[in-house]
């Protein structure tokens, strides 16, 4: 079995880890810290590399996809448990190993100059092997314990990576709130787990799925539970409506964190969760709708509130959650294609955007609130195009890699809800459409907010190289740039963006037909709600045309539109924008707020909790302790009570004696004569 | 032969304590200074020869003493020898008590008028002969057969400490403790003497095994035991119940063993008790012929007062400040304690088919004979060490900032005092522990669960003031206005017993089947069935009390 | 059959408290390097002991003296024949382990007290030595009065270490821990008793040996054991703690010394849960399972009541005491869940939760040894002047809060795995309450590494009248150049780390050598629960009183053999 | 019963009422009078209540038993009573009074 070619993909995740212990161990001394990022992007790289050797050996001679279980060491086995730490490799298995190592080594060498400098430079790479090495396991684990391991290990990282400038309370404070929620999703998790082990005795996906494909289709109750547990663990880490309220503070961390963790692949994890376990979510009727309703939900919700932010990064955080709601809209329908099509393409452009945000902050030192700055065209014009590629593939402008891949989503949608027959999906597309319109407006209002206009700019308060750096007075001992003129970044940093910006325009065109057919040989193809974008019932027709067909036009029509009010609200005319948002004054201030979402937490979550806790804190001390020590003066008061006796007269212990005696024979008469 | 001829011969050990007595009485007056520091060394010696006679006295062929709850003989010899060895080492620890009085001094000392010396004032020799007599007065309470016996040894235990308590110290208190040691001693001797004058009312004798052969009767015939009969015991127990401080007797405890001189109150802890515990062991055997139901009210007073004195020693020694008070009441408790092994002795005599002699756990006498040698030990230690400290009035360490830091300024002394407590408690590794498994399995044994329920929750109390003497000891500042004399007699005594504790804690089988032999009931005496080997005895099935929980 | 060792456990014992003793002739200087020698010799004899476990005997590799399940190297020095009392020594899987875990920590707390302990260093490590023998003679006693005297007798020098090196209310924790055990451990004892006695009523002869007794106590009644279950819950539930019994803990964790409250979180802790594990469900199998849902019940909320609690306190060590009250309810819930999965968690948390809760207290110790506080608002950001530290720090609390790689996460998912599994005993309601102990558990953590670790720099000003901040003594500049953990104090922590992440990615040969005890303990209960009475209980008392749940249908995996894993 | 020429029952039980009402004489004695030697009188009172009851059974059994006790009783009450007024000598040389309250310092 170890002869296999394939075994050599067990070196992918194990790779990184090296790379974490080397950095860990640069973070000791100065000298060896700028060994930190080579040792970190040669990691990466080479478990790209690895991926890309694997990638053929997961098709059987005739091209479909097949899975192999290439097994490492044993973890845990007791009593009949056995969750070991072997790999699970398929189709699906090498789309998420490119995204991962891809996007991985490309912000891995962006971050190599973002990040020079700064004083934490190799506890930056060192969280960043690690989280490659969690959201690798994560992505090849052969068992569920394992994938939990993954979700956990990259909650952890995004933990310390949000955490990264401790310095500053509000990172800490966002890094605890990120890592609270995920665990409150990975409760569900874990109890889907336990449900599982429960019904079917097993955790490994091979048997799972041998099993669950023999399964009547109408399953028992617990089972169907099952899936809706397990939703709440990729609702919390995939930021959705429930539990997405961390996604937005995490932009605390360095921007590079911000695009590979909270962008390109820690928050699809909850994507990619049920398109492995699909076939458990087709077991249950109503699981497959409620992932697409709140798929949905979130997507408007976020795009919403991203139409009223200023923080560049804010506005991307929302935008991310609203594109994840996309692609749960594509797993809602049983369009695994479309959601994990969708996914990929997210990755490329939304990274790209993310790290030309950087680049604008690092040139602007940190600052990023989109009204002290326009016109930035002239001083930034490589970052200003490759923004503008980037922000062409979110609004989804016709042939770029978003337009392919929500069109798929919404064309699945539409075609299910007119075949089936069902409005909910019907209405659910036209959301969607709608949604996509907003997300063209807001893409759109940030760069010609940012690039378009006079030129005018104030600079951040946070001098030095790097964004958003330590306050002041902290002495970081790098050499001071006192730069007070916005300047385009190194090409060391823009090399990586160049990729991203082909991948954002072209990966749409090349992988669509890729892509259904990796998805086709994996786990994750629909089994039995077989509506399959490519499958049979070609002849649902819209106006007359091809379904598909009519969408790509309604999509191209939308986005252009949504391009053009963008344009003449945040180029042309800027005080039109201001007059409609002061006319429109009390939503557009509910919308920045961000629906008092924070607040509202706060007050109906944080704040009674902790008072629960400062109750059972005081009825700790004063009633139980109060309890035990009564209970230990009881000796004591039978002592005081009994003392007067103890008064020192001859006569009074001669009266104690006599009474006591004198009792004594009478009760004895009494009692037993 | 004469029976009061071979009685005579068992009697060897007392009469030497006798004669040590006399002798040393004689030399305390002697004129030569050294004659007159001798009488220490004499009573050691007589103590010793008393030890040989007891060991070497024939106890092998047993007389059949009808219906004693234990062998006569084989208890009497336990409890000799316990009395030699722990009177040896109470010895070794009142050595001094004479030296320290100021009229002994400043008799001795050359008067001014030409050396005269006052006789009058010498007490060394008296301490000592009162101490042998005390001690002559315990063997003989072992020994008895008869109540007169009984009256009179018990009365030759309690008047020597009487003075001995009076000439303990040269303050007031020691004086105050004696009169109503005294007062209340005389009285509880008239109640347990009128108690024996009913006994002998209603049965006709005075001798243990017409009284047993009474009762028997009295029971085969199916008749309740007259009243007169029942009262009268239950007024002996009561009247005896004072040398061992138990409930409705115990006042006087606190302030005597307060007043008295350390070592005194050393010896007045284990001597009267064991006095008093074996005379109820020797009272209540006759009466055990009769069948539970009949001997209801004295288990149910036993019970009463078993309970009573655990409780109130321990709560009242909750509230002291002065440590030889929290001994005091730690006493009464310890009483208590030994109270449930008699319990569980009349239970397993007054049920049919008693226990045979090979069975351990269930045996209550021999549970409160190990006991006895083990609180003795445990209590020795403890007023060792307090009579080693002096406060600046040169009186004795009373309160708990008198031994303050102990632990720190004279390790060893510390040491001795934790070991002693530590037993007293009842924690593992000492005697104390073993103590307390023997008691109380011999009391669940009997169905008492309750009673050891109530037991246990005491000794758990008693841990409360007992943690207050260690932490003085050791968490406390050192107290610097206390100086600690240590002679050599007092350490050593003090040393043997803490090491007593613990080596009989850890290899305690010698003196469980010593007090197993001991408590043999007679029909096992008399019938020489062959001693079960130790511990795997073959498979016989006792017949066991009905496991019903009684109270 | 090579040499098998019986000699070894006696001397597992004898050497600390021959050790101990020792010391008191030694001279100051030397003597908490003789302990620290001390300690090591006594880990040494265990890792043979270990290795001679694992041993496959005469070259059978499945056959080990492990594998059996039953105890061995067992031997015997009699004390009281008449009682039957005896020091019998014996071993099987739980308590070798636990003993490992002893024999480890007892060398990290000597070398963490070097520079804490400075006055009356004789008496600190006799006290410290005579408590490992004692501990280690709980765990390999197979006598009951032999057990209960080293149960006992572990009270004592933790009463003198909290009361002459503890912090300003060391007085009232000492006596509060002292009297607040020692009483339920009597009561305990009467119940000892009770089930010595039932045993000899039955055999006709007096005897305190374990197996001997948990035969003949299954024959009792319902309600003879469930006195005696009361009985063994009073000592075992104060020492574990369990929810309602637990008040003494903050407080005599607070005012320990360092080496005093790792130990006791370390170790003593486990005594209580190994109580219960050794006496309660072989002996009284019966009450144990219709007790089960109780016993969980008082688990789960000990876990929720006390978490909550963790994240209001402001002292950090008395937040770290408040966590080992709810991480031992997951132990006990997974110990009460009665199958397999469930009692092996519960002995691999025991060791876990001493690794890392013991290391948590080191941290906090050497912190203390800098500050002389414990306030966590007085501290901030000391990550920016202890790196080291902190990531210790990070490291252990992760460790704790149960994340997956590290040794927390298997006991805590195993433990909540096996409650979910018990439905005939426990309702799956108890593995859901204890999931939200898992979210409790993240935020107190986190809360009190967000103060104390991260966040904006504060050094304690250190008012009071103790000596600058460890050795370095400079003037307070905005940074006062405070000394990060030396070379010693890593040597403390990096064993701990280590065994954390071993653990946490290699538990099987733990778990595989626990399998065979585990079963032959929780066999009673689980007969009872299949319905197969025993002595007087009738079918139908036991029955009626635990429904068997018919829902669960499809290879319910109670016991599946074959071990299945991918090719 | 043994057929004896001892007293009658009723006869007996007269005797024995006295033997109580003195030894009760004695006890209240004891307990209410001030003086030390009263109270000790009152002690010899109670030992001569005993005395009478024991010669009133050894009549009743007609056998010597209880005059022997009697005479030891006797005996052990003059030893006591050379006890007692060399201990209230003493007490009286400490506090010049014969008040039993004075000696009430330790209590508690």
Redesign the interface.
């Given at each position: 079995?170890d002869d296999r070619a394939i075994d050599i993909a067990r070196l992918i995740p194990w790779l990184p880890a090296l790379s974490a212990v080397v950095c860990g161990v640069c973070?000791t001394s100065r000298k060896l810290r700028v060994l930190a990022a080579p040792v970190c992007i040669a990691a990466i790289a080479a478990a790209f590399v690895l991926t890309l050797k694997a990638y053929p050996h997961v098709f059987d001679d005739h091209g479909h996809g097949v899975f192999h279980?290439?097994?490492l060491?044993?973890?845990?086995?007791?009593?009949?448990?056995?969750a070991?730490?072997?790999y699970?490799l398929d189709p699906l298995t090498m789309v998420m190993l490119i995204v991962v190592t891809g996007v991985g080594t490309l912000v891995a060498i962006y971050a190599a100059g973002y990040m020079a400098g700064d004083r934490g430079y190799a506890r930056f790479f060192a969280a960043v092997s690690l989280f490659i090495f969690a959201m690798t396991t994560l992505v090849m684990a052969?068992n569920l314990?394992l994938l939990?391991?993954g979700?956990?290990?990259v909650g952890?990282c995004s933990?310390l990576l949000i955490?990264f400038y401790?310095?500053k309370?509000s990172a800490?404070?966002a890094?605890?709130k990120a890592?609270?929620v995920n665990?409150?999703g990975?409760?569900g998790f874990?109890?889907g787990?336990?449900?599982t082990?429960?019904?079917?005795?097993?955790v490994?996906f091979?048997?799972l799925f041998q099993i669950l494909a023999t399964q009547p289709s109408e399953a028992?109750t617990p089972v169907q539970i099952i899936p809706f547990l397990l939703m709440l663990g990729a609702f919390g880490k995939s930021a959705q409506l429930p539990l997405y309220v961390w996604l937005p503070d995490a932009m605390e961390g360095p921007t590079p964190v911000s695009a590979l963790i909270h962008a390109a692949t820690m928050v699809t994890a909850g994507v990619y969760m049920i398109a492995r376990l699909f076939p458990l979510f087709e077991l249950s009727p109503y699981a497959l709708p409620t992932v697409a309703i709140v798929g949905t939900a979130t997507a408007l919700f976020a795009a919403t509130i991203a139409m009223c932010q200023y923080d560049i990064k804010r506005i991307y955080a929302y935008s991310t959650i609203s594109q994840l709601g996309y692609m749960f809209l594509g797993l809602g329908v049983a369009s695994t294609t479309a959601a994990v099509f969708h996914l990929l393409t997210h990755a490329f452009f939304k990274a790209l955007l993310f790290l030309t945000a950087g680049s604008v902050m690092h040139s602007l030192a940190g600052q990023l609130d989109l009204r002290h700055m326009s016109g930035m065209r002239r001083k930034m014009p490589v970052t200003c195009w490759l923004m503008f590629f980037g922000c062409l593939a979110l609004a989804g402008f016709p042939f770029t890699a978003g337009f392919y891949s929500k069109d798929m989503i919404l064309a699945d949608t539409l075609q299910k809800g007119l075949t089936g027959h069902s409005t909910l999906y019907t209405v659910l597309a036209v959301a969607g459409l709608f949604v996509a319109f907003l997300t063209a407006f807001y893409t759109f209002r940030l760069w010609f907010r940012v690039f378009m206009g006079p030129t005018k700019y104030e600079m951040g308060q946070e001098h030095g190289h790097g964004a958003d750096h330590h306050p002041d007075?902290?002495s970081s001992d790098i050499k001071v740039e006192h730069h007070h003129e916005p300047h385009e970044v190194n090409w060391l940093m823009n090399a990586p963006l160049l990729v991203l910006a082909a991948g954002a325009l072209l990966a749409g065109y090349l992988a669509h037909h890729w892509i259904g057919d990796m998805i086709q040989g994996s786990s994750a193809r629909p089994l039995r709600q077989a509506i399959g974008a490519h499958g049979a019932a070609h002849h649902a027709t819209l106006f007359g045309m091809d379904l598909h067909l009519a969408m790509m036009y309604i999509s191209s029509v939308i986005a252009v539109v949504g391009i053009a009010t963008a344009a003449y609200f945040h180029w042309l005319n800027r005080g039109a924008a201001d007059r409609v948002a002061a006319k429109w004054a009390g939503l557009v201030r509910v919308l920045a707020n961000k629906y008092y979402v924070d607040e509202l937490n706060d007050s109906v979550i944080v704040r009674p909790?902790?008072f629960?806790?400062?109750l059972?804190?005081v009825f700790?001390?004063l009633i139980?302790?109060g309890l035990?020590m009564t209970v230990?003066f009881v000796?004591?008061m039978?002592?005081?009570a009994?003392?007067p006796?103890?008064?020192?007269?001859?006569?009074?212990?001669?009266?104690?004696?006599?009474t006591?005696?004198a009792?004594?024979?009478l009760l004895?008469?009494m009692?037993?004569? | 032969m004469n029976p009061m001829l071979d009685k005579l011969s068992t009697l060897w050990p007392e009469m030497t304590l006798l004669a040590g007595a006399c002798v040393c009485m004689l030399a305390g007056l002697s004129g030569s200074a050294v004659v007159r520091r001798s009488p220490r060394w004499i009573a050691a010696v007589s103590l010793l020869l008393a030890g040989l006679c007891v060991a070497t006295s024939s106890v092998a062929e047993p007389r059949h003493t009808g219906a004693a709850l234990v062998g006569v003989a084989g208890l009497a010899v336990y409890v000799k020898m316990a009395i030699v060895a722990v009177g040896l080492l109470l010895l070794l620890i009142a050595s001094q008590v004479p030296d320290r009085l100021r009229q002994t001094q400043d008799a001795e000392a050359a008067t001014g008028r030409g050396g005269v010396f006052d006789p009058a004032g010498v007490m060394r020799g008296e301490f000592f002969a009162f101490f042998l007599l005390s001690l002559c007065g315990a063997m003989l309470c072992a020994g008895a057969e008869d109540l007169v016996w009984l009256f009179l040894a018990l009365e030759l235990t309690s008047l020597p400490t009487y003075v001995m308590v009076a000439t303990s110290r040269d303050r007031a208190g020691a004086q105050e403790s004696a009169?109503?040691y005294f007062?209340?001693g005389a009285?509880?001797a008239a109640?347990f003497l009128y108690g024996f004058a009913l006994i002998y009312g209603a049965t006709g004798s005075t001798q243990y095994d017409q009284i047993a052969a009474f009762v028997h009767a009295q029971s085969a015939s199916g008749q309740a035991l007259p009243?007169l009969f029942?009262?009268g015991l239950?007024?002996a127990v009561?009247?005896v119940s004072?040398k061992i401080a138990a409930?409705?007797?115990h006042?006087?405890a606190?302030?005597v063993y307060q007043g008295a001189a350390g070592p005194v109150t050393a010896f007045l802890a284990f001597v009267p008790k064991t006095a008093g515990f074996v005379s109820l062991i020797g009272l209540l055997g006759p009466a055990c012929q009769a069948n539970a139901e009949q001997l209801?009210?004295v288990i149910?007073?036993l019970w009463?007062m078993a309970v009573l004195s655990m409780?109130?020693g321990?709560?009242?020694?909750?509230?002291q400040h002065n440590v030889k008070r929290v001994l005091a009441y730690s006493s009464i408790a310890h009483s208590g304690y030994m109270l449930v092994g008699l319990i569980a002795a009349v239970a397993a005599a007054t049920t049919p088919g008693a226990v045979t002699a090979g069975e351990h756990l269930g045996n209550g006498v021999a549970a409160l004979l190990f006991y006895l040698v083990a609180y003795g030990l445990a209590t020795l230690g403890a007023f060792a060490v307090l009579g080693c400290v002096t406060t600046d009035q040169g009186d004795e360490a009373q309160t708990y900032d008198d031994i303050a830091g102990l632990g720190q300024r004279h390790p060893l002394l510390g040491v001795i005092m934790l070991i002693s407590v530590l037993s007293l408690v009842g924690l593992p590794p000492m005697v104390g522990f073993l103590g307390k498994i023997y008691l109380f399995g011999s009391a669940i044994q009997h169905g008492y669960i309750w009673l050891v329920i109530i037991a246990v929750l005491n000794s758990a109390?008693s841990a409360?003031y007992y943690l207050r003497i260690i932490g003085a000891c050791y968490f406390a500042k050192p107290n610097d206005q206390t100086q600690v004399a240590v002679s050599p007699a007092v350490q050593l005594g003090a040393l043997v017993a803490a090491v007593g504790a613990v080596m009989l804690g850890v290899a305690g089988g010698r003196l469980v089947d010593a007090a197993r032999d001991a408590a043999a009931p007679p029909d096992a005496a008399v019938v020489e069935t062959a001693p079960l080997p130790d511990g795997d005895a073959e498979s016989w099935s006792p017949q066991w009390a009905d496991t019903s929980v009684k109270w | 059959m090579m040499y098998s060792p019986d000699q070894l456990l006696p001397l597992l014992v004898l050497i600390p408290l021959v050790g101990g003793l020792a010391l008191s002739l030694l001279p100051n200087q030397v003597v908490p390097a003789m302990a620290f020698v001390w300690t090591v010799v006594t880990l040494a004899v265990s890792v043979v002991v270990a290795c001679l476990a694992y041993q496959p005997i005469d070259g059978n590799p499945a056959v080990t003296f492990l594998s059996s399940g039953d105890l061995f190297f067992e031997s015997f020095i009699p004390w009281v024949d008449g009682f039957g009392l005896s020091f019998s020594f014996g071993l099987d899987a739980i308590s070798l382990w636990l003993v490992l875990l002893t024999t480890a920590l007892m060398p990290l707390v000597m070398l963490g007290s070097f520079s804490a302990i400075k006055h009356r260093v004789k008496e600190y490590y006799t006290w410290l030595l005579l408590l490992e023998a004692a501990m280690i003679g709980t765990f390999v006693a197979t006598d009951l009065i032999f057990f209960y005297i080293c149960f006992e007798f572990t009270l004592v020098p933790l009463f003198f270490l909290i009361g002459i090196f503890g912090s300003t209310q060391r007085l009232k924790a000492a006596k509060v821990f002292f009297?607040?055990t020692f009483t339920g451990s009597m009561l305990t004892f009467a119940g000892v008793l009770y089930v010595a006695w039932f045993n000899a009523s039955q055999t006709g002869l007096w005897s305190f040996e374990i197996a001997q007794l948990a035969r003949a106590a299954q024959a009792m009644s319902l309600e003879q054991q469930t006195w005696v279950l009361l009985a063994l819950l009073a000592g075992f539930a104060v020492k574990v703690p369990l929810f309602?019994?637990h008040?003494?803990l903050p407080l005599a964790h607070t005012e320990a010394p360092t080496g005093g409250s790792v130990i006791l979180a370390g170790v003593l802790l486990k005594l209580g849960t190994y109580g219960l594990l050794r006496f309660a469900l072989p002996m009284t199998p019966i009450a144990t399972v219709v007790y089960a849902p109780t016993i969980a019940t008082f688990a789960v909320v000990g876990i929720l009541?006390t978490a909550?609690?963790?994240?209001?306190?402001k002292d950090v060590k008395k937040l770290i005491a408040y966590s080992s009250v709810s991480h031992l309810g997951f132990c006990v819930l997974g110990m009460f869940a009665l199958?397999?999965?469930g009692v092996?968690?519960a002995v691999m948390y025991m060791i876990n939760h001493g690794l890392s809760t013991g290391a948590l207290f080191l941290c906090i110790g050497m912190i203390y040894e800098r500050f002389h506080t414990r306030e966590m608002a007085r501290m901030g950001?000391l990550?920016?002047v202890m790196?080291i530290w902190a990531f210790f720090m990070v490291f252990f609390s992760?460790a704790s809060v149960g994340?997956?790689?590290l040794n927390g996460?298997?006991g805590e998912?195993?433990a909540?795995?096996g409650a979910?599994?018990a439905?005939d005993v426990l309702g799956v309601g108890y593995?859901?309450a204890a999931?939200?102990g898992?979210?409790l558990a993240?935020?107190y953590i986190?809360?009190m590494v967000?103060k104390v670790?991260?966040?904006?720099?504060l050094i304690p000003e250190h008012d009071d009248q103790h000596q600058p901040p460890y050795p370095s003594g400079h003037t307070h500049g905005?940074h006062a150049h405070v000394r990060d953990l030396n070379a010693r104090e890593i040597m403390t922590l990096t064993p701990l780390a280590v065994g954390c992440l071993l653990l946490g990615?290699?538990?099987?040969p733990l778990?595989?050598s626990?399998?065979p005890a585990v079963d032959k303990l929780v066999e009673p209960a689980r007969l009872v629960l299949a319905g197969r009475p025993h002595g007087e209980a009738t079918i139908d008392e036991v029955t009626t009183i635990i429904f068997i749940d018919p829902t669960?249908?499809?290879?319910?995996?109670?016991?599946?053999?074959a071990?299945?894993?991918?090719? | 019963m043994p057929e004896t020429i001892g007293l009658h029952s009723f006869i007996l039980s007269h005797f024995l009422l006295t033997g109580a009402v003195v030894f009760a004489l004695g006890?209240v004695g004891?307990?209410?009078r001030r003086n030390l030697i009263v109270m000790f009188l009152c002690t010899e009172m109670m030992f001569q209540g005993v005395a009478i009851s024991l010669v009133a059974f050894s009549r009743y059994h007609a056998n010597d038993t209880g005059q022997t006790f009697v005479i030891f009783v006797l005996t052990i009450a003059a030893a006591e009573a050379a006890l007692a007024l060399g201990l209230v000598v003493l007490l009286f040389r400490r506090k010049r009074t014969l008040d039993?309250?004075a000696?009430?310092?330790?209590?508690?």
């Open positions: 079995m973070c279980v290439s097994w060491f044993t973890w845990i086995r007791v009593g009949g448990f056995t070991d730490m072997s699970y052969d314990v939990y391991l979700w956990e290990g952890l933990y955490g401790y310095d309370p800490v404070a890094a605890k890592f609270i665990r409150i990975d409760l874990a109890l787990i336990f449900l082990y429960h019904q079917f005795a097993t490994q091979s048997e028992s007075g902290v909790l902790r629960i806790g400062y059972c804190f700790d001390r139980i302790d035990v230990g000796p004591r039978f002592g005081l009994l003392r006796a103890q008064r020192g007269a001859l006569q009074g212990y001669g009266i104690g004696m006599a006591g005696t009792v004594v024979v004895v008469l009692v037993y004569f | 009169v109503k007062f209340l009285m509880a109640v009243p029942i009262v239950v007024l009561v009247g004072f409930v409705p007797m006042f006087y606190a302030d209801q009210p149910w007073l009463i409780t109130v321990n709560t009242l020694g909750l509230l109390i409360v | 009297l607040y309602p019994v008040t003494w009541y909550l609690i963790c994240w209001v306190q199958n397999t999965i092996s968690a950001g990550a920016r790196p992760l994340l997956p790689g996460f298997v998912f195993l909540l795995l979910f599994m439905r593995a859901v999931g939200f898992m979210i993240a935020i986190l809360y967000g670790v991260f966040g904006p720099v905005k990615l290699f538990p099987t778990l595989s626990l399998k669960v249908q499809h290879g319910h995996p109670q016991d599946p053999d071990a299945r894993h991918g090719h | 006890l004891f307990l209410s039993a309250l000696w009430s310092q330790l209590h508690g």
